[in-house]
């Protein structure tokens, strides 16, 4: 085996270099410095059409200086210095546009309303002693834990009896996924609607509010149907019907309901008790708004759920059943141990995308009534209130819960890749 000379060894490192820093610094440069200047000059049409005839044009000869300084290199490292060449403009991007912004972000966090001054953990500080922050953070960790743990048990369950499933299993996996089609926006919307509520006496145009109003909940008067008596301001047979009537049931405003106490199914708890004093106290609008996601995103679970239940030798399963086992034991012991890194990854994507959850508050409450959420605070202290460094600090906080997400994810790969 040749030695490597100490000439050869500078020039390996010095390519390197070129391949990893400069090479990809001229490539970005070169585009953002040439279509800036263009950018007023010409029209958007003609613009498109000169980079991709200029811009690629520039990019290959780029790339084809950059093997021709390779092919200099011993023979032993061309293919390495060849890799470098292609993965240095992709580190570059990603140091410039994540690298650098999180470490930017990190830094202003220290710094006060206007990242003029430093002003030390005062941010910090606010984060954990203001009762907005306060009640905003109990949500993150309500949603945290509701969200995921009933995606993946509801999932789990439709992905199971979704499986056993004889015909129809591919239309019922179908509707049950729909609602993963629709964006979050669209899904909040039509969640609004349902718990839509209008001051009497005003026509309910919510789901539940308009069956609610038009419930009897009085005795049937002479010459009265059942059900006639209320009526959601509909004209029958001439006759204007409302819902005025103490028989009738009073539309309830969910999504301003920040605990159970105005409604009347607290009217019956007694409030000394500890258990029912945590049932008066549990977040109704927040519960309310978590069920649009649930919503969303069962269907993805279940059809995931359901191609790991299908991976399960099916000797496995028999083996189970001949020994007597029943329905639920076979889920129990085989199936949920057997798909347990399926259900991880679920919950993983689960964790992470209750932790950027935004258009669902944005939407509904616009984090109002004490619904507001960690993404949807940090846009608030940004263009609302107009305070960079807390914007900044709210934006680490959902950094640092995702970081044991992604520690954890890159432990679990590298035992995959190992193993």
């Known amino acids: 085996m040749r030695e490597v000379t100490q000439q050869e060894k500078l020039m390996s490192i010095g390519i390197s270099m070129l391949a990893l820093g400069i090479f990809p610094l001229i490539w970005f440069l070169s585009q953002a410095l040439l279509f800036r200047e263009l950018t007023d000059a010409i029209s958007r049409n003609l613009l498109v059409v000169f980079a991709l005839i200029i811009g690629s044009s520039f990019i290959f000869f780029l790339f084809l200086g950059m093997d ?12 390495a210095l060849e890799a470098r060449m292609f993965v240095g403009p992709s580190l570059f991007m990603i140091s410039l546009f994540l690298f650098y912004p999180a470490v930017r972000t990190i830094y202003i966090s220290f710094k006060d ?42 999932g789990l369950v439709v992905g199971w009896l979704s499986d056993r499933l004889n015909k129809g299993e591919a239309f019922f996996k179908s509707i049950v996924f729909m609602p993963m089609a629709i964006s979050a926006v669209g899904a909040s919307a039509i969640f609004k609607f349902i718990y839509e509520y209008r001051p009497p006496p005003l026509t309910q145009i919510g789901i539940i ?13 002479p010459g009265i149907k059942a059900g006639e008596k209320c009526m959601n301001n509909r004209i029958i047979d001439g006759e204007f019907k409302d819902f005025k009537n103490e028989d009738c049931l009073n ?7 920040r605990d159970l106490s105005n409604l009347p199914f ?45 991976a399960i030798p099916q000797e496995i399963m028999e083996a189970g059943q001949i020994d007597g086992a029943s329905e639920m034991r076979v889920f129990r012991s085989i199936v949920i141990p057997y798909i347990k890194s399926t259900i991880i990854v679920v919950g993983t994507y689960m964790v992470v995308t209750v932790l950027k959850a935004f258009d669902i508050i944005y939407v509904s409450t616009r984090g109002d009534l004490e619904t ?18 807390r914007s900044a600090t709210v934006a680490v906080l959902i950094f640092v819960c995702v970081l044991p997400i992604i520690i954890g994810t890159a432990i679990r790969e590298k035992e995959n890749t190992r193993s």
Not at 115 to 141: C, L
Not at 209 to 221: H, K, Q, Y
Not at 251 to 257: F, R, T
Request: net charge positive; proline share 4%.
């Open 209 to 221: 509010n308009g069956i609610r109003v038009s419930v009897d909940r009085g005795p049937t008067l």
């Open 68 to 79: 021709k300084i390779i092919k200099l290199a011993p023979k032993d490292t061309r293919d």
């Open 372 to 389: 507001n959420l960690l993404a949807v605070k940090m846009l608030d202290e940004f263009s609302k209130y107009r305070n960079f460094g």
């Open 266 to 310: 607290a009217e019956n708890l007694n409030p000394d008790n500890f258990f029912s004093s945590i049932l008066v106290n549990l977040p109704v609008n927040t519960m309310l708004l978590m069920l649009i996601m649930i919503w969303m995103f069962t269907g993805f679970a279940a059809v995931v759920f359901s191609a790991g239940i299908k």
């Open 113 to 154: 309303r206007y990242s003029n001054d430093f002003i030390g953990f005062e941010n910090y500080k606010w984060a954990f002693s203001d009762p907005e922050m306060i009640v905003t953070i109990r949500n993150q960790i309500i949603w945290l834990f509701f969200v995921v743990f009933f995606v993946l048990l509801i």
């Open 251 to 257: 539309p309830i405003g969910w999504l301003q309901q």
